[in-house]
């Protein structure tokens, strides 16, 4: 079955307080079944997770400083990259934090709890339209070995972010060894494709997924426990 | 734009020789634009890229075998898994071999040179419709820090694996930081949204993107040099 990757244009500038269901649901046409990826600036900015550099700190610096500050470990620290581990667990430079995309100077950190603003947008777009859909929150992060960025998930609601195929069979009758998909990763991967960072198109409508529902879902099930994680050296701070 | 993920249904088992061009060109109805997104598993089979055990010696066994002669380096060696550097640069999980999805106990191993069978089966997909089509070899890899696997862009023609927002400017007027996109690795990502591993749909269409032209272009550019890498621990053998 074919899927679509639906942008959603003419959001205007998100605030702190604006409500991202109600501009979602005005601005798209949702079916039942459509997966709803919305980029975690805006959801920051709609959350007020923001930042200010101190008097005299530039943002680069600010970022660092408020990563540190945040950091449940610090993975990786050198002149020119702060990865640390968020309180989420997330692996990631500078603790999501970024300077794009926010008015003014600020600095958009990383909602407090990605699934939990997921449920909250699924459950007011399912009020608005009485559409069932999924939501996930999407963040740009880098990875070891690869070059370039990717969209992943952050956050989840509705759908099971690991499809775990074990115990399957190959077309041959094998045993499927390439067995946990990331698919709530995917489809933030997927989503990135009909936008450039530039052109402030923060939601995309993925139709025709066939998810697997999860009341119960989070994005945490996609952080490797660190103990059981052969690359996240480092140290608590 | 609205991108589409069209599976490419009734491909038959694909066998050492096999033309996958042709086998693409009659199941798929291209069009200018388009990307083809091929799983490794049919390049493997049609290229003759696989190995069996010796005697006696059970899959998992020889696949760890084989990564180890294989490697330019061990990356990890636990019980569980061995993740080697192969000769193409990449970083995975026993340098990509696998058991599933081949006939008679066989074990695939990956391209020689994955950007090699992306030319050859662009070439040949333009030569039998007349469509200039981008072309991307696509393998499953797992990941430091996050759970599950995604899939990842092995080998590409046609197409430029990374797009450069370096220099771009945001909305309000600030330069861009989140800057080199992986596209090659999210269309990779993208395309496996619409199949599982077990239903034998190992090629996907991707219409709607616009991708960067690049006629000299290189998977090996989403290989992180190991001189770069933090995360690439682990002795040449």
Redesign the interface.
Known sequence: ???????VPGLP?IGEGDDLADLVAAHADLADGDVVVVAQKIVSKAEGALARPRPGEDPAQARRRIAREQATRIV?D?DE?L?TETAHG??CANAGI??????DGALSLLPDDPDASARRIRGRLQALTGRDVAVVVAD?FG??????????AIGVAGLA???D?RG?????G??????????A???A??A???R???D?VPVVV?RG?SWEPDEAATAR????PAEQ?????GEKP
């Open positions: 079955m074919t899927i679509e990757l639906i942008p500038e990786a050198t990259v990865v997330f692996v970024d300077a794009s995309n926010v008015p740009t990875r070891p070995w690869r070059m370039g960025q990717t969209d992943v972010p690991i499809r195929e399957g069979a190959d077309r041959h094998a045993r499927l060894e390439v067995t946990e998909v990331a698919v990763d995917e489809l991967a997927a990135d494709l009909v450039r960072k530039a402030g993925i997924f099930l996609l952080v490797r994680d052969l690359f996240r050296r």
